[in-house]
């Protein structure tokens, strides 16, 4: 553990938090490749040529890609990077042959069907990858691409919830951009009078958009934007020029773009819990100060949300939301030993106003409830229930009871969300050698975790959950996504973290588990990238602080 306290500890930033290193991402660059030839080739063809490379070198040997380098192929990853290499004139014949053939999209109908299939109901993702492919030659019937109605983004951000959007809370700019450039390709009667709220459409954009440029400092929501800016006439455009200025900023010096800039305000959290105490106390709270000063200041002009959240980074294109917020809680609660402050108040107070009307609490908007995003989620649920009981106490006392009541309405949505196995699906973390994808034990070890830390060890909702967790440790000692899968230490972690609070009757588990994470140690495997992070509409990525963060925090537990 020393070993791994110290290597943590020196990758902390000059600013005291850290930022860590999220996995290079194929769908990231091949979007951003795409998009900065549509802008100007010529200008960007550094990039361009950088990017085409990386992807080429990083191809499987089928002739597909992962979503990052340690992925399995998936369809969404494969035809992106075939979408931005045809485009290019660049597509190896082994890609071509999987996409025919392994995928089996013979016709333009198959592959439009087999991409909305897919992607089901929400059309956040589906849409831009179609409009790609139109944008490419791919698809020539625009018509067959579901439209977008971006007109509806004129409207205030408190009907949005009502609209019964296409899209999640997040993807507004998608929305718009995308719904500009099919109004003015579909060519329907409807086409000018929807021409007409262009203008108010883009005004909102241009508000949305962040100082950086980066929409949520994300290179595949900037690229969509801003590619679909260009091929709608407004190449010259002030979002699609800083668009592609985030996009020429954020290449890697491997030639790769990843999935968001990163996590700094989310790994930072989770570092604060696992070694906060191990810093000298003028550190702890010089910490403290930064995190604090990361809260947002003001309504988020991107969902609308009160000030007084944590977004995932202290970039500015970060948005406010319900785990990042409960994080940076928990973190200030071990940093200032409970030591109320006035950001804590307006935290409490922010998590509160975000809690859906079920109990529950949703990632970034209140009563959305349509699409993933924007449900009430388990792990996110149990996170807020662990902050609020934590500072409960220290509120001014006219703000306690407001605080109980909302910890009691989660409680009671979590029992009734609880899978027949007894565990729960978290939003954000699965297992991509998981035959769903799905990730019960993440969200089983988690829960457990938050409920017991706040006080909830002894409630009969864990007693389930306990035994799931149990059932599903593998021969080697390890812990998958679910029962049969592949061990990783990630999870092993995880789930040592959530037996801590049982000893001693699952000593025996947590031994054998041990044991896992030693032998990983000796063959040089415990720090190695395991992705189980997912990001927005089921992309894959790893984070370097995950496996740190977590083993560190497991086996300080046990200590």
């Known amino acids: 553990m020393n070993d791994a306290t110290q290597r943590l500890l020196s990758m902390r930033r000059a600013d ?49 890609w992962g979503d990052s380098v340690e992925s399995p192929v998936n369809m969404t990853a494969t035809l992106l990077t075939y979408t931005a290499l045809k485009h290019l004139d660049e597509v190896p014949e082994t890609t071509e042959r999987y996409i025919r053939q392994t995928l089996g999209w013979q016709t333009e109908d198959d592959l439009i069907k087999g991409v909305l299939d897919y992607y089901g109901r929400d059309l956040t993702f589906s849409v831009p990858i179609l409009m790609m492919c ?63 709220f262009v203008p108010k459409s883009l005004k909102v954009l241009t508000t949305l958009q962040p100082e950086d440029g980066g929409f949520l400092e994300a290179a595949p929501l ?11 006439g407004l190449r010259d455009h002030e979002v699609t020029q800083r668009c592609a200025q985030f996009l020429k900023d954020n290449i890697r010096d491997d030639g790769a773009w990843p999935i968001d800039t990163n996590l700094a305000g989310w790994v930072t959290s989770l ?37 007084g959240g944590w977004g995932w980074t202290n970039l500015s294109g970060s948005v406010p939301d319900g785990d990042d917020t409960s994080g940076a809680l928990v973190a200030l609660h071990h940093l200032l030993a409970g030591r109320y402050v006035e950001e804590v108040g307006a935290g409490i107070d922010w998590l509160i106003q975000l809690q859906n009307r079920d109990g529950g609490m949703p990632t970034f908007c209140r009563g959305w409830g349509k699409l993933p995003f924007d449900r009430s989620t388990p792990d996110i649920t149990a996170h807020a229930i662990l902050a609020m009981s934590l500072w409960c106490d220290a509120l001014p006392q006219e703000r306690q009871p407001r605080c ?29 050698n998981a035959k769903d994808e799905k990730n019960p034990v993440y ?6 975790d938050y409920l017991s830390t706040a006080g909830y060890g ?20 390890g812990w998958g996504g679910n029962t ?27 031994q054998r588990a041990i044991d896992y994470l030693f032998s990983a140690y000796q063959s040089g495997n415990l720090f190695r990238r395991e992705p189980i992070g997912l990001y927005f509409s089921r992309l894959w990525y790893s984070e370097d602080l995950y496996n740190y963060t977590y083993v560190i925090t497991a086996l300080r537990k046990l200590a």
Not at 223 to 232: G, P
Not at 275 to 300: C, Q, V, W, Y
């Open 16 to 64: 005291g938090m850290w930022e860590g290193h999220l996995s290079s991402s194929a769908i990231s660059t091949s979007v951003s490749i795409f998009a900065l030839s549509v802008i100007d080739h010529q200008a960007y063809a550094q990039e361009i040529q950088r990017g085409t490379s990386w992807l080429l070198q990083t191809m499987k040997p089928d002739g597909a």
């Open 134 to 196: 139109a944008l490419a030659g791919i698809v020539s019937d625009w018509k067959r691409i579901p439209p977008f109605p971006f007109e509806l983004a004129v409207l205030p951000q408190s009907t949005f919830r009502f609209l019964n959007l296409p899209v999640v809370s997040y993807a507004i700019p998608a929305l718009i951009a995308v719904g500009i450039l099919q109004n003015r390709r579909r060519h329907t009667w409807l086409s000018p009078v929807r021409e007409w």
């Open 222 to 232: 900037t690229a969509f934007v801003s590619m679909c800016m260009a091929e709608a």
């Open 271 to 307: 570092s604060s819990r696992a070694i906060g105490d191990r810093l000298p106390e003028a550190e702890r709270l010089a910490l403290a100060d930064t995190i604090r000063s990361n809260a947002t200041k003001r309504r988020h002009p991107f969902t609308g949300a009160p000030a």
């Open 404 to 432: 109980r009541k909302s910890i009691e309405r989660m409680m009671t949505w979590l029992k009734k969300t609880m899978t027949q196995e007894g565990a729960w699906n978290p939003l954000w973390f699965g297992d991509q």
């Open 443 to 448: 969200g089983a070890a988690t829960i457990i």
């Open 458 to 477: 002894h409630d009969a909702i864990l007693q389930q959950p306990l035994l799931f967790l149990l059932a599903c440790q593998n021969a080697d000692g």
């Open 484 to 510: 049969g899968v592949a061990s990783k230490a990630t999870l092993t972690a995880k789930a040592i973290g959530a037996l801590a609070h049982f000893r001693p009757e699952t000593d025996e588990a947590i």
